[in-house]
């Protein structure tokens, strides 16, 4: 079942697009990989495709446009992207289970 609110779905995108990032630490990559994202090297800067089922919601819009990009795993990434540098950031939200 989706996360997502009732307000959410009407923005919500279910083709959510490759992002290209300028560099990526190991372990972010080996977390997206982990969670069925497919991670490639182009023209000196990595690109990276989101697994079928994934969800992009649009959180705000302004000078930097916010989104929440969730997985089907359940990995949630806050993806910021600067509009004037047209630059992407990508968070990613990790919550780990409690433990017993």
Do not use: W
Not at 19 to 41: A, K, Y
């Amino acid at each position: 079942m989706s996360d997502l609110r009732a307000s959410e779905l009407a923005y919500a995108s279910l083709n959510v697009p490759d992002i290209v990032l300028t560099t990526i630490d190991s372990e972010p990559c080996r977390i997206l990989q982990d969670n069925g994202c497919t991670i490639h090297p182009v023209a000196g800067s990595i690109q990276i495709a989101f697994p079928v089922g994934s969800t992009r919601v649009r959180l705000m819009s302004g000078m930097c446009d916010h989104f929440r990009i969730t997985l089907p795993s359940g990995l949630k990434i806050q993806e910021i992207y600067d509009v004037r540098r047209e630059m992407t950031q990508l968070i990613l939200v990790i919550t780990k289970a409690a433990s017993a």
